[in-house]
């Protein structure tokens, strides 16, 4: 962390920012043919550059920021040299220098994705639990650089011996060959390796989660709901993926993990997680009944009623928007009750309290009775109450 100044801070990000600007010169000159030409990646990368920017720039000694930064960077440089290399290889525009250099860095995706995970190991304060997981990172470290030799093997023989021939992504078609059979099968034991550390960089945080309370339960809980939020909206988007709302579905899942390690780190509002979970549960499970209960609606009165489609429609609609705001004040008790137990014992103090300050005559018992629900609802480390003078 010795490099970790403001000037390193300031180079790597206008290093993301000009590989951004690059991306879509070149995948202008291919015909849009650049992963980040699909538009949705965009923003995405934006905010993981963004995150990790504020962090570096807030906690210069977290490794997490850097992390965060070189990520993209990595992520960037792989993209562009790819479309670089499909520019001159596949579509014949000879003459531009490095080629061959573009090439071999193109999978520079490899490290950037064995780089990433790491952040759940270190999140929040950037260090190591214990000396054992040196280790577990030493054996990480040695997975990921055979996955990235393995992978790179190919550009490597197709440069030296001179036969480079890619794909519009800039990726090196592989001749096949034995080689390419030892290379596989290290590859495949590799990627087994680290899917086995990705377990347990999510499993040592579960375990820390359940022995954690305070500040630090309320960070964990930021980076499960980013974690939990990416896993679902990628399931979703793969459920949709026929639609075209699937890539922008995709860009709010992957935006979402780097926003809650930072919220994290940065400790902005960060006791509002609990109260973001229950309104989100709370929202969907409302939804899904009020979506049951409009298609069913119209459903009993076109095929059993035999009612005209719009007068059903329109029945449904205003049957519906009636039930609202009573099904949501009914689920979203019922919730608070569960995921934001804080809130609700508050509010039910404050609500008992008001109830026997309607009945009370006597000064002295409001005020200890005050005190006592200050203290039960905000648990406050001093507590003092000030009464004005009768004059």
């Not at 409009?294 to 039930?323: F, H």
Request: aromatic share 8%; hydrophobic share 55%; charged share 15%.
């Amino acid at each position: 962390m010795r490099l970790a100044s403001p000037v390193t801070r300031m180079v790597l990000g206008a290093l993301a920012l000009v590989l951004l600007a690059a991306a879509f010169v070149l995948s202008g000159l291919v015909h849009q043919l650049s992963i980040l030409g699909s538009g949705p990646i965009v923003p995405v990368v934006v905010v993981y550059a963004a995150v990790g920017l504020v962090v570096a720039r807030r906690e210069p000694g977290n490794p997490i920021g850097w992390i965060l930064i070189g990520f993209i960077v990595l992520f960037l440089v792989s993209n562009d040299v790819g479309v670089y290399a499909a520019y001159y290889y596949r579509f014949g525009h000879h003459g531009l220098p490095l080629a061959p250099v573009a090439v071999l860095l193109q999978p520079l995706w490899v490290p950037a994705l064995v780089l990433f995970p790491v952040v759940i190991l270190l999140f929040p304060d950037g260090r190591l639990a214990s000396r054992r997981w040196r280790w577990v990172l030493l054996a990480y470290a040695l997975c990921g650089a055979v996955v990235s030799v393995a992978l790179d093997w190919p550009s490597i023989t197709a440069v030296a011996h001179h036969d480079v021939r890619v794909d519009a992504y800039g990726d090196v078609i592989s001749t096949g060959g034995s080689h390419d059979k030892l290379a596989t099968l290290a590859m495949v034991l590799a990627v087994t390796g680290i899917v086995v550390i990705w377990v347990s960089f999510v499993a040592h945080q579960v375990l820390s989660w359940r022995r954690a309370s305070g500040e630090q339960r309320q960070q964990l809980k930021w980076l499960a709901s980013g974690g939990a939020l990416t896993l679902a909206i990628l399931a979703v988007s793969f459920g949709i993926s026929s639609t075209g709302a699937a890539g922008e579905v995709l860009g709010i899942g992957l935006a979402a993990l780097p926003v809650g390690i930072g919220v994290g780190i940065l400790k902005y509002r960060l006791y509002d997680i609990d109260r973001i979970i229950s309104r989100a549960v709370s929202y969907a499970i409302v939804t899904g009944l009020l979506v049951g209960l409009y298609a069913g609606l119209v459903l009993l009165a076109t095929q059993v009623m035999t009612v005209k489609s719009p007068v059903a429609v329109a029945a449904a609609t205003l049957a519906a928007a009636a039930l609202f705001n009573p099904l949501r004040r009914r689920v979203q008790h019922a919730v608070d009750r569960r995921f934001n137990r804080a809130r609700y014992d508050a509010d039910e103090a404050v609500a008992a309290f008001a109830a026997r300050l309607k009945d009370a005559v006597d000064l002295d018992s409001v005020q200890d009775d005050l005190a006592g629900v200050v203290q039960r609802t905000l648990e406050p480390a001093h507590l003092q109450v000030w009464v004005s003078p009768r004059d």
